[in-house]
């Protein structure tokens, strides 16, 4: 660039403070939190974490420990570089795209952390994450016994950092790009109008295909508990659902009268038809399938005098109203997070920030959702206790007081 403003690319003001590459890594370290408190608040309620993805135990420190240590390490060098950064832009837009070195050199950090042997980095913990990374990337799926729990945890978390995958690939076109700077305003075309929702679509791909090889593998081997392999077709429907929000809102990106034999117009309500769907079967499914509770279930199961309305008899959270506050805020979420899937929608000038809190909320709404999924495998791979014999005693108070 010349220095000429007439030239330059333009910068929103939301990217004036806090440019794509920082909001990609913040979102990605504030995950890395997120999962130390998860493993840390399961493990005071007794729920062995490490035994449910198959994870070897350790002798002496806690998993959580080495989590947290890890958030340290990546939110130190962070958070500095942010400070640099405004310290020296000051808000200026030629300041601004003149200085992307700084938080792509931190993303360059992020990914030399992850990828180098350092022992003290929480080693044993990076290097199981990556291999299950390199398993799931092509939709594989490990055995019961070889951690099978763990890969499709890993995989639904993807599918919530399928708009942050987007956003870092558009911050790299960005910096290989002559014309901008991957701290100007985001253009998310940038290599191609089908090339970002593609990205996309990649963690939904994922988790369809290993619901596909679970579905054959019960087929191979049929049980009285694993019927005929329905409900594995039925989640996979599930992830198949986003694949029409994430090409219809590409669609209306490259709008062109001449080749479509739709309305602007009609093409934004078929939109919105697949948007309804998709929220609604994934809220559906998170209550009845992968929390097991009976909101969804036939009256009958619903009102059980065993258990609180629309619960389970099995639960290992002693407050009732947390699982309702859970199903509250994840029925709000992912109505919304089906509408940021959507790439045609950040051509508003003012989505910046809509698009980076509704991100950092998708994150706090898988957070949540992995409390009780993880507590909802523990309680089929242990059946118990019921919430008359929650053993406070044993807890020594925890689930209370956390």
């Not at 479509?260 to 929220?279: D, K, P, Q, T, Y």
Request: glycine share 6%; with cysteine.
């Amino acid at each position: 660039m010349d220095g000429d403003v007439a030239v330059e690319p333009e910068v929103d003001s939301f990217s004036l403070m806090l440019p794509l590459p920082y909001r990609v890594a913040i979102i990605i370290v504030l995950g890395i939190w997120a999962w130390g408190l998860n493993l840390h608040y399961l493990h005071l309620i007794k729920i062995d974490v490490p035994a449910l993805i198959r994870y070897p135990p350790r002798q002496v420190a806690h998993h959580h420990y080495s989590t947290y240590r890890l958030a340290t390490v990546l939110s130190i060098p962070l958070v500095s570089s942010i400070l640099l950064y405004w310290a020296i832009t000051r808000g200026d837009k030629h300041a601004v795209l003149h200085w992307q070195i700084l938080p792509q050199s931190y993303l360059l950090l992020l990914a030399v952390c992850f990828l180098v042997p350092l022992r003290r980095m929480s080693l044993s913990g990076r290097q199981r994450f990556l291999s299950i990374l390199k398993r799931i990337s092509l939709g594989g799926l490990a055995e019961v016994q070889d951690g099978k729990f763990g890969d499709i945890l890993l995989a639904d978390v993807l599918t919530s950092y399928a708009k942050v995958m987007g956003d870092l690939f558009v911050s790299t076109c960005m910096l290989f790009d002559t014309k901008t700077t991957s701290t100007a305003k985001p253009n998310r075309a940038c290599g191609g109008v089908f090339l970002v929702p593609l990205i996309i679509a990649i963690p939904s791909m994922i988790r369809l295909r290993q619901c596909l090889i679970e579905y054959f593998r019960v087929r191979k081997h049929p049980t009285t508990a694993s019927g005929w392999g329905g409900q594995h077709l039925a989640n996979a429907l599930k992830y198949s659902s986003a694949f029409p929000v994430i090409i219809l809102s590409a669609l209306q990106r490259g709008y062109d009268p001449t080749i479509f034999h739709m309305s602007e117009a009609g093409l934004f309500r078929l939109w919105l038809l697949f948007v309804f769907i998709n929220s609604f079967y994934s809220f559906y499914w998170d209550v009845a399938k992968d929390w097991d509770l009976s909101l969804f279930s036939s009256a009958r199961e619903r009102n059980d005098p065993e258990h609180p309305w629309g619960l389970r008899r099995y639960r290992y959270f002693h407050a009732k109203e947390l699982y309702y506050i859970a199903i509250v805020i994840d029925f709000l979420l992912r109505c919304t997070w089906s509408f940021k899937l959507s790439p045609h929608l950040d051509h508003f000038n003012d989505l910046e920030g809509g698009i980076f809190l509704m991100e950092l909320l998708e994150v706090v709404r898988r957070w949540m959702w992995i409390f009780i999924r993880v507590e909802t495998e523990w309680v089929r791979n242990n059946k118990g206790p019921i919430p008359d014999d929650i053993l406070l005693g044993e807890f020594g108070g925890k689930i209370d007081e956390d």
